[in-house]
C-alpha cells in the first residue's frame, strides 16, 4: 500500500480535516501534466502525447529520462484497475521495439500538433537543453518504464504490480492523485505506490558528459530508396521523410568529422564533410561515363505537360487493359497524386516518401497530405472503400480525388486527422478498425469538399 498523506487546515487552535476526493476530469489532470510533467517526475521530458501504437491503441504520454529510458504514461480512465495493468503492459510491448528514428517520428508528431514554438528544434536540442548535455545518449531506449495515474487501485492490481516488479523485474509503478478543494482553492496532493527510484533500479546510470570533440553522429536509416552502399559510392549523407530531419543537416559544418550510424546494422563509416547542404534536386553524381549530372529523382511537378501527357496515354491503356481483361490496371493512385497537385496547388515529396505524399504551407505551417483516389461513378455500387490509411504514420489530412471510369476527377475531398482517427478507431468494422479502410461515403461525410467538376 503507498504512504498517504492527510491534510488538516488551521484555524486559530482548531484543525479541521480536509477531504480527498476525485478528480473531476481526467482529461483535465492529463492537460494539466502534459502542461507540467515535472509534477509527475521531475526527471521526465514530454516527448508524446496520444501516441498511436503500431495497432492503433493510444498512449496518453511518452516521456524520456536523461539516461534514455522511456517512460509509458497511462491514465487509467474508466476501466476497470486490472484493465488498466493489463493495457499498460501491452503497451510496454511496443515500446520496447521502438528505434530512435521511430522516437523521432513521435516527437516530430507531438511538437507538430501540441508543441509548434519547438518546431524550429531537433529532438536532441530539446533533450540537450532539458537536461544539460551536450549531446544525447548514444543508445535510448534500452530500458522503459511504466507508470499508471489513478485515483486509486485495488488490492489485487496493487499484487500485481508488485509482483511484477519484484519477480520479473518489470519497471511498473503507479501514482495516485488527490484532489483537494477548499473553497474556491484546489490542490493536488501525489503519492507514489511505490518509491520511484527503486523502480529505476535497472535502468542505466547517467554518465558524467564530457565537454564535446567537435565531431557529429549521423544517423542513415536505409528504405527501398535509400542505401548506405549508394551514399558510399557517391559520398553522401542524406536526410528524408520530413524537414524536421533535414533541417538537422543544416548543423554539419564543412570539415567535420561524422560517424555514420545504421538503425539495425551499427555503426558503418567515418567521413569528412566537403560540401554545403543541398536540395536532392541540385545534388550530382557521376554517371557511367564520369560526367557530372544532377540526381535523377525530382518532383514530378516539374514538367507538368509531360506527366500530363504521359499519364493521358495510360488512361487509354488502362481502360482498354480492363476491356481486354476485366481487370482494372493500377494507375488510379498516381493519377490522384498528380492531378491533386496541380489542381489544389500542392507540392508533391519524393517517390514513397513514408506516412504522406504531398505538402501545402498554411500561415507558415507544412500540412502533410495523405493522397487517396478511386474510381467511383455516379453509378458504383454502395459500401466500396479507399486505400489503407495508417495511423501509425505522421500525416495531417487526407485528400481523397473520386474520379469516373476514364479517370477523369470528378471532385476532392479532405478530412481532417482526428476526424478520421475517430472513425477507424470506433468500435465496429473490422475492415475499418484493423485494415484502416473507410468507405468513401463514410469519407465523404466527414470531409470538406475542395473541388468539383
Known amino acids: 500500500m503507498p504512504v498517504e498523506a492527510e491534510f488538516w487546515k488551521v484555524n486559530d487552535d482548531k484543525a479541521e480535516r480536509i477531504e480527498f476526493s476525485v478528480f473531476p ?32 491503441k493510444i498512449i496518453d504520454m511518452l516521456a524520456i529520462k536523461a539516461d534514455g ?8 480512465r474508466d476501466m476497470t484497475p486490472r484493465d488498466s495493468v493489463a493495457q499498460i503492459l501491452d503497451y510496454g510491448s511496443w515500446i520496447k521495439n521502438l528505434s530512435s528514428i521511430d522516437i523521432a517520428d513521435i516527437f516530430e508528431e507531438y511538437v507538430h500538433k501540441w508543441q509548434p514554438k519547438l518546431e524550429k528544434s531537433s529532438l536532441n536540442q530539446v533533450f540537450c537543453r532539458q537536461f544539460g548535455f551536450n549531446s544525447m545518449p548514444d543508445s535510448i531506449n534500452e530500458n522503459h518504464e511504466l ?7 485495488d488490492n489485487s492490481s496493487e499484487r500485481i504490480i508488485h509482483y511484477l516488479y519484484e519477480n520479473y523485474g518489470v519497471a511498473i509503478n503507479a501514482v495516485f492523485f488527490r484532489f483537494i478543494q477548499d473553497d474556491e482553492r484546489e490542490y493536488l496532493s501525489r503519492v507514489w505506490l511505490q518509491d520511484p527510484t527503486e523502480t529505476e533500479k535497472n535502468a542505466p546510470q547517467r554518465q558524467i558528459e564530457e565537454s564535446w570533440n567537435g565531431e557529429y553522429y549521423v544517423s542513415f536509416g536505409e528504405n527501398e530508396d535509400r542505401h548506405w552502399e549508394d551514399a558510399r559510392k557517391h559520398g553522401y549523407i542524406s536526410a528524408g521523410f520530413g524537414e524536421w530531419y533535414s533541417r538537422t543537416l543544416n548543423l554539419l559544418e564543412v570539415g567535420s568529422r561524422i560517424w555514420v550510424n545504421s538503425p539495425g546494422y551499427g555503426y558503418v563509416g567515418v567521413g569528412k564533410v566537403i560540401g554545403e547542404v543541398e536540395p536532392i534536386t541540385e545534388f550530382k553524381v557521376k554517371d557511367e561515363k564520369g560526367r557530372m549530372v544532377r540526381n535523377a529523382k525530382c518532383n514530378m511537378t516539374n514538367q507538368p505537360s509531360r506527366i500530363k501527357e504521359l499519364l493521358d496515354r495510360a488512361k487509354e491503356l488502362a481502360q482498354e487493359y480492363k476491356e481486354l481483361t476485366g481487370k482494372p490496371l493500377g494507375i488510379t493512385s498516381e493519377i490522384a497524386e498528380f492531378y491533386a497537385a496541380d489542381l489544389l496547388g500542392l507540392e508533391l515529396t519524393a517517390a514513397r516518401q513514408p506516412g504522406y505524399d504531398a505538402v501545402r504551407r ?13 474510381c467511383f461513378p455516379a453509378d458504383a455500387k454502395p459500401g466500396q472503400r479507399i486505400g489503407a490509411i495508417r495511423l501509425e504514420k505522421n500525416w495531417d489530412v487526407v485528400v481523397l480525388v473520386l474520379m469516373d ?14 476526424d478520421i482517427e475517430m472513425e477507424l478507431c470506433a468500435p465496429g468494422s473490422k475492415a475499418r478498425n484493423e485494415r484502416g479502410a473507410l468507405g468513401v461515403n463514410k469519407f465523404k461525410s466527414i470531409a470538406r469538399l475542395l473541388w468539383k467538376r
Do not use: H, W
Open 25 to 56: 476530469s481526467e482529461k483535465r489532470l492529463e492537460s494539466i501534466l502534459a502542461e507540467d510533467i515535472s509534477i509527475l517526475d521531475p526527471s521526465l521530458m514530454l516527448i508524446g502525447r496520444q501516441v498511436v501504437t503500431s495497432y492503433k
Open 362 to 374: 498554411e500561415n507558415g505551417k507544412e500540412i502533410r497530405i495523405q493522397i487517396k483516389g478511386r
Open 69 to 76: 529510458t522511456l517512460v509509458v504514461i497511462e491514465l487509467k
Open 147 to 153: 507508470v499508471i495515474v489513478s485515483s486509486g487501485l
Open 405 to 418: 471510369e476514364c479517370f477523369e476527377v470528378l471532385s476532392i475531398y479532405e478530412a481532417d486527422r482526428l
